[in-house]
C-alpha cells in the first residue's frame, strides 16, 4: 500500500503552484515521510519558509506552517524553537533564499547550533523570479541575468555549513527520494543545527537554459553526478570535476545545542535571583522596627 | 538602578526594559545600536531570571524575524533599535503588520540619514516609524517624555499590541535613554491592562486571519501574502481589498481609544507649544517663564503619535492666536501640524535642531515671545 499523503495536505490549497515535474514537489513528499517516520503530530511540528517556488511548501503542508520574507525563515524559526524548545521546527528554502539574501542567517544559524531542521532545495537558479543565477549556480550557467555565461563560482552548500558549525550535514537529490526521506528524518531526529542539501531540478528556468528542458532526464542527469560519501573520498580531483558526494557528509553531537544550553542559563539566573530575593528578605527582617 | 524613600533612579533605557518585564514581555531579540543597546544588556540580565528568553541575533533583520517567531509561538516579544536598525527591519515590521502579530519595538532614535550621530539625541524617525514600510497599514507609534509616562506607555505599548493584533513602537530619543532620572514606579492602576494575550478575546475582531498561536491545535499557516480570512493566500481582489482595509481602519477607527496627549495650561492659551518627546521638557520650563512673563501660552504634546491626533489638533489650532513646535528635526511634527490645520490662518513658528544637542528653553522661550509680538 502506498504512503497516504492526505492528512498531512490541505485540500483547499490545492492545486499547487509548481511547474508540472518540478523537484520540490518530490522533497516535500520525502519530507511528509520523514515527519511520519519520526512519530511527530502535525500540532507540535512547524514548518517555516522563505520567499520563492520552494518557499510555497508551507502552504500545502497541514501543520503550524510559516511562510516568511525572503531569506529570513530562519530567524523565525530561530524565534518559534526559543519560546518553544519541545516542538519540532523544520525551515525549507531555495538556494537564492538561504543562501543569498539569508547567507548571513544561515551560517549563524549553523554557528548557534539550534535544533532546527533546514532542508535546502538547491535548483542552482532562483525559479520563482524567472531564471535568475543564484550564490549556487555553476561558472557559466546561462541565466535571465548572465546571457553570457555565469562568472561567479558556486558556494558548496555543505562545505558551508560544516565550516559554520551545523552539526548534522547531508546531501540528497530529487533522483532517489527514498534516501532523500532517510536523510531528512536523521536530520529531524538530530538535536542540533541540521543542514540537508538537496540537488534539485528547476527545468523550467534553469534547465531550459543549459540544455535540460525536459524534468525526468533533468532528474536523471543530475542522479548520474551523485556519488555516496565514501566513495567520493576515494575519486580524484578530476574524476570530481561535475559529480558532488551524498549521504552524511558530516555529524557531531559533542557541540551544545542552544536551546539546552540557555535553559542551564534560566536556571542558574533564577536561582541566583532567588537568593538574592532571600538574602535581601533576611535583612529586611533584622531591620531595627522604626516607630514613625 | 537605586532607590531612596520610594523614589526610583533608574536611566531611561533601563527603566523601558522593567517596564517591559512589569507588561509581561518573556522575548528580547536585537542587534546592538546606541543609543539603545542597554535595554538589550538589561534584559540579557532579567529575562532569564524570570524564565523568559534574550539572544542576541547576528543583525536587525534576524532580531525582528525572531521576534515576530517568538509573538507566534506564544510570548510578548520586544526588540529595541535606533535610526539604521529601524530601517533594516522594515521589512520585517511589514510582515508583522500584514501578518498581524502583536510586538513591540522600541526605537530609541539618533541623528541621520544614515550613520549620523550615534550618540545623541534626534527626532528623526518619526516618518520611518510611519511610513518605512511598503504597502498600506495603519501605525500605532507612541512618544511619551518623562520617566513616569516612558513606563507606563511602554507597558501600554504591549497592550495596544495584544487588542488591535499589531506592532506597536515606543519612540524615544538619546536624552531619556542615558538620562538617569528620579521618578516613582506606577501604581498597577496607573500601567493599565496588564493580562495575557489568552484573555484578550476583543482581539478576534481585530484579526483578520484565525486568532491562535502555534502549537494550539489549529495547524496555522501564516503568511505576508494576501490571505483570505482562513489565512491562505488569495488574489481575489474583493478579499485583499478588504483585508488590506481591515489592516487600515481596525486602528484608525479605534483612534479615540489609543489617542493620549498631554496638555499643559491651554485653557486659556494664546500660544500653543506643540511638541512630543524630549523637547516636551525645555517646553515646559519656557512656558512656565513666558506665563510669567504675562505671555499666554501651553503645551500640547501628543503621546500618542501615531494615529496622529488630528482632530484635536484641529481644533486647538482653531483656539489660539499662534502656534510654536518644537523638535529635534527639520520639521515633521510641524508638517502634521500643517497637515491637520487645513485653511486655519494660524502661524506655525518652527523650532528646530538637527545638531545633536537638546533645544533649550531659551530658544523655546525667544520663539513664544517672537510669536506674542506677532498676534
Ligand atoms: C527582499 C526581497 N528581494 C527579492 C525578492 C524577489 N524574489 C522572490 S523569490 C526570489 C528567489 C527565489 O529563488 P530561490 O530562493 O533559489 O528559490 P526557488 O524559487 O528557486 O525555489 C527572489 C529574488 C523578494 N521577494 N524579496
Ligand atoms: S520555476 Fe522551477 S523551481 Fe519554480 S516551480 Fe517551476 S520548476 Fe519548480
Sequence with gaps: MGFDYSPWLRPEMMPNIWCPGCGVGIIVKSFIRAVEGCGWNRDDTALVSGIGCTSRAPGYVDMNTLHTTHGRALTFATGIKLVAPDKNVAVISGDGDAAAIGGNHLIHSCRRNIDITLVIVNNGIYGMTGGQYSPTSPSETRAATSPYGNLDQAFDLCNLSIAAGATYVARGHVANAVFLERLIKNGLQHKGFAVIEVMANCHTQYGRRNRHPDPAELIQFIGSRAVPAAAWAKLSVEERSDKFPVGVLHKDTVKPEYTAAYRQIQERAMERARQTAEKHAEKEKSKPVTQA | ?375
Excluded at chain 2, 546606541?34 to 524570570?50: D, F, G, K, W
Excluded at chain 2, 513591540?104 to 524617525?125: F, K
Design chain 2, 1 to 375: 538602578m537605586s532607590q531612596t524613600n520610594g523614589r526610583e533612579f533608574w536611566p531611561g533605557n533601563e527603566l523601558i526594559a522593567e517596564a517591559a518585564i512589569r507588561a509581561g514581555c518573556t522575548f528580547f531579540a536585537g542587534y546592538p545600536i546606541t543609543p539603545s543597546s542597554e535595554i538589550a544588556a538589561h534584559l540579557a540580565l532579567r529575562l532569564p531570571q524570570i524564565g523568559g528568553t534574550f539572544i542576541q541575533m547576528e543583525d536587525e533583520i534576524a532580531a525582528m524575524g525572531a521576534v515576530i517567531g517568538a509573538s507566534l509561538a506564544g510570548a510578548k516579544a520586544l526588540t529595541a533599535t535606533s535610526g539604521p536598525g529601524l530601517s533594516l527591519k522594515q521589512e520585517n515590521i511589514g510582515f508583522a503588520m500584514m501578518a498581524e502579530v502583536p510586538c513591540v519595538i522600541i526605537d530609541v532614535q539618533r541623528g541621520g540619514p544614515s550613520t549620523g550621530l550615534p550618540t545623541a539625541p534626534a527626532q528623526s524617525d518619526i516618518m520611518q516609524a510611519r511610513w518605512g514600510t511598503h504597502g498600506d497599514h495603519s501605525v500605532i507609534a507612541l512618544t511619551p517624555t518623562w520617566p513616569h509616562e516612558v513606563y507606563v506607555e511602554t507597558v501600554r505599548a504591549f497592550h495596544l499590541a495584544e487588542l488591535y493584533r499589531t506592532p506597536v513602537y515606543v519612540m524615544v530619543d538619546e536624552i531619556i535613554a542615558h538620562t538617569t532620572e528620579s521618578f516613582r514606579i506606577p501604581t498597577d492602576e496607573e500601567c493599565g491592562i496588564i493580562k495575557p494575550r489568552s484573555e484578550y478575546p476583543e482581539a478576534r475582531v481585530n484579526s483578520w486571519r484565525p486568532f491562535c498561536d502555534y502549537f494550539q491545535g489549529k495547524h496555522l499557516h501564516i503568511t505576508g501574502l494576501a490571505h483570505t480570512k482562513e489565512g491562505y493566500p488569495t488574489t481575489n481582489p474583493a478579499i485583499v481589498h478588504k483585508s488590506i482595509e481591515h489592516l487600515v481602519y481596525k486602528i484608525v477607527d479605534a483612534q479615540p481609544q489609543i489617542e493620549r496627549n498631554f496638555e499643559f495650561m491651554l485653557d486659556d492659551a494664546e500660544i500653543a507649544v506643540i511638541t512630543f518627546g524630549s523637547p516636551g521638557r525645555a517646553s515646559r520650563e519656557a512656558v512656565l517663564r513666558a506665563r510669567e512673563m504675562g505671555i499666554k501660552a501651553g503645551i500640547f504634546r501628543p503621546i500618542t503619535f501615531w494615529p496622529f491626533p488630528v482632530q484635536t489638533i484641529r481644533d486647538l489650532v482653531d483656539r489660539v492666536k499662534a502656534v510654536v513646535v518644537p523638535e529635534l528635526n527639520l520639521g515633521m511634527l510641524a508638517l502634521q501640524v500643517e497637515k491637520s490645520a487645513m485653511r486655519r490662518e494660524v502661524l506655525i513658528h518652527r523650532v528646530n535642531e538637527v545638531g545633536g544637542i537638546a533645544i533649550e528653553p531659551d530658544r523655546v522661550l525667544a520663539t513664544i515671545e517672537e510669536a506674542q509680538r506677532g498676534i
